[in-house]
């Protein structure tokens, strides 16, 4: 007898065995599906109730740590500004407006001493001649008043108040007010480079 | 619908050619249809799947859960072609899946005797069959026992059709070493 023969006959006759009860069968299958969905809706159940016991226990908090993560606002960047006092020098080579007109275009200097006085020199060929008493200026807060040029380039126009800003090695100057065209242009055109 | 169980057409010497007769014009979704096909789909497919396991409770709770999914699926199932079909696939898979876990727990080495015989069978064929891995085992009955095409048997394993071959290869090979027999030729 081959081996295909064999295997085939042997199932044949070990199938004859199986002859079930197909009515207990089915009512046992009719109790396992009851089970099984009755389980299922236990567990679809017991998760939403879990979720809804974390929503009503967790929720108000979740919505406190997102309402304060939303409103909190951003920290302003904090402006760490250094003293006025220094030597400063600024290229103005090529600059246009009230510096061109009077013809002080070219590399400035200026140092503000601790005294309160300002020492400047102007670019060579500009026929400036800083004179003495030296000009002056004077701090209140956050701004500085000066009567720089007041006897040259700026004669009749009184005193200029500026804001500043020094970071690092650089000197950004802010005209608060200023009559003096020419002087508020050189302040303020360019950031200052410390020497 | 079109669906995998159109793909199951047993042939008509199967051992239950009736069944997909009736089973042909299932349409409809009642309690009553459920328990005609229960009738008789339930023993040829607890045959099919004691076959494979050679335990008769455990084929019977195992095929018992194949039903009790097309029970709890049988609104959509009972609008397929053949929904014996799906069934009967759905208890191999459970059956193989039984035969994989039993076996990492080494509950196989218990050497349940092949039961009472109502008529002789070739114990040692049997004993040899259960020597088999599951999908081994799964793709001897169908070929030999529902005489399926290899087609049909990768489908119900879940399988590419190559790799059934080797399943049935590799049991046919393993039976006949077993048994002391020579493989005459390979199936097709």
């Known amino acids: ?195 | 619908m079109i669906t995998d169980a159109h793909r199951l057409d047993r042939r008509q010497d199967g051992p239950c050619p009736h069944a997909d007769v009736v089973l042909g014009a299932w349409v409809t979704s009642t309690d009553a249809e459920y328990d005609l096909l229960f009738s008789v789909e339930f023993p040829a497919v607890m045959r099919t799947v004691y076959l494979m396991l050679h335990d008769l409770e455990w084929a019977e709770d195992v095929t018992q859960d194949a039903f009790v999914q097309l029970l709890r699926h049988w609104k959509k199932v009972a609008r397929y072609d053949r929904p014996g079909a799906w069934v009967r696939r759905v208890a191999i898979r459970l059956a193989v899946e039984a035969l994989r876990r039993e076996r990492l727990r080494s509950l196989l080495e218990r050497e349940a005797e092949p039961a009472i015989w109502p008529q002789p069978a070739d114990v040692d064929v049997i004993r040899a069959i259960r020597e088999l891995p599951g999908m081994q085992r799964a793709a001897i009955v169908l070929f030999y026992f529902e005489d399926r095409p290899l087609a049909e048997i990768s489908d119900i394993l879940g399988c590419a059709e190559p790799t059934a071959r080797v399943h049935l290869h590799r049991a046919r090979k393993r039976l006949a070493d077993l048994l002391g027999e020579e493989v005459s030729e390979d199936v097709s």
């Open chain 1, 1 to 195: 007898m081959s081996l295909d023969k064999r295997v085939k006959d042997a199932l044949e006759r070990s199938s004859l065995i199986v002859d079930p009860d197909v009515r207990r069968d089915l009512s046992t299958v009719r109790q396992k599906t009851r089970r099984a969905v009755i389980r299922h809706r236990i567990a679809v159940t017991l998760v939403a109730a879990t979720l809804a016991v974390g929503v009503v226990f967790f929720g108000p908090g979740v919505l406190d740590v997102i309402r304060s993560q939303r409103h909190v606002p951003a920290n302003p960047p904090s402006v760490s500004n250094g003293p006025l006092p220094g030597s400063y020098r600024v290229d103005l080579t090529g600059a246009g407006g009230p510096v061109a007109a009077s013809s002080v275009d070219g590399a400035w200097s200026v140092t503000f001493n601790g005294d309160g006085s300002i020492v400047w020199n102007p670019p060579p060929g500009s026929g400036l001649i800083e004179s003495l008493p030296r000009d002056t200026y004077q701090v209140s807060g956050t701004t500085f008043s000066t009567n720089l040029f007041a006897r040259s380039l700026c004669q009749g126009a009184g005193i200029g108040t500026y804001g500043w800003v020094r970071s690092g090695g650089t000197l950004t100057l802010d005209a608060t007010r200023d009559d003096c065209a020419v002087r508020r242009a050189i302040l303020t055109s360019t950031p200052w480079q410390a020497t």
